[in-house]
């Protein structure tokens, strides 16, 4: 009895062996093959690296510190850049839909003009990832705008389309081979002082008026989540950290805009009073 027993265990052994065995090597699907090429074409490299991928995706070792730094930091640096595509385009609206800049500050939008395209420039000469940068070209071109616009509807059309010649030619400029590379270091050094010069004069101009004018609150709002989740995407894609310093002081003073946008909320915009 326990001879057939232990022939009967044997048989039923050998064949949880054969099923096991015949698990492991039943070929994956061609749809979930195709799936798998294509999910780690979308990554690899351009969100993570390939030993990242097979860590995440294939192990699913989701506890992966570095390989999840990695992914969250290039995740949110995609989204900052996708979110900045219409950051701006709230005030654009706000105040084509006034026909007023009344409020706007001229020469912060110029300082925050100067900050922007530093960041742009000394990002492109480093050669750092888009992600890591890439708003700030989206974040120029809706900024001239809103110089240009400032300029137009406060009567001064000549002088807005000199400002936006005079400013795509030093751009072109900064660029180009031509610029060295002390430029543009000194050029992305002057960030800190330009976003705090920047934001201060746009709160001095709330404080001194009283209320905030066209300002708008969705733009602030996002500017400033925008600046603080750089300061973890640029410690983590550059190493920079004057790009992270540049960051931090962004995100206090852009901190200061939106806290007075809440004070003023509720102070209508009185134009005789100004006149």
Not at 31 to 60: I, N
Not at 117 to 136: D, H, L, R
Not at 243 to 272: E, F, R
Request: aromatic letters at 8%; one cysteine or more.
């Amino acid at each position: 009895m326990r001879k057939r027993g232990g022939g009967l265990s044997g048989r039923m052994s050998a064949g949880c062996g054969e099923m096991e065995a015949g698990v492991s090597l039943t070929p994956v699907s061609p749809f979930v093959k195709m799936a798998l090429e294509a999910l780690k074409g979308l990554m690899v490299p351009h969100l993570l690296p390939e030993s990242c991928y097979d860590e995440l995706f294939l192990r699913f070792n989701f506890l992966h510190i570095p390989c999840l730094k990695i992914l969250i930091s290039k995740g949110l640096g995609l989204a900052i850049v996708a979110g900045s595509l219409m950051v701006k385009l709230p005030q654009i609206f706000k105040i084509v839909g006034a026909k007023s800049a009344e409020g706007l500050s001229f020469h912060s939008i110029l300082l925050e003009l100067l900050a922007i395209t530093g960041t742009m420039a000394y990002s492109i000469a480093n050669s750092f990832p888009f992600s890591a940068w890439g708003e700030a070209l989206f974040l120029m071109l809706q900024t001239v705008a809103i110089g240009f616009l400032v300029q137009h509807l406060g009567g001064h059309t000549g002088r807005g389309l000199s400002f936006l010649f005079l400013y795509f030619g030093v751009l072109s400029l900064l660029l180009s081979p031509l610029s060295p590379m002390a430029v543009i270091t000194v050029l992305q050094a002057s960030n800190v002082p330009a976003v705090v010069i920047s934001r201060l004069l746009q709160a001095a101009t709330n404080y001194r008026k009283g209320h905030t004018g066209q300002l708008s609150a969705i733009t602030a709002s996002l500017l400033l989540a925008g600046s603080l989740a750089r300061i973890f995407t640029s410690v983590q894609e550059t190493g920079d950290p004057l790009m992270a310093l540049t960051y931090v002081v962004s995100s206090a003073c852009n901190g200061i805009i939106v806290m007075q946008l809440l004070y003023y909320w509720n102070v209508p915009v009185d134009k005789h009073k100004e006149e």
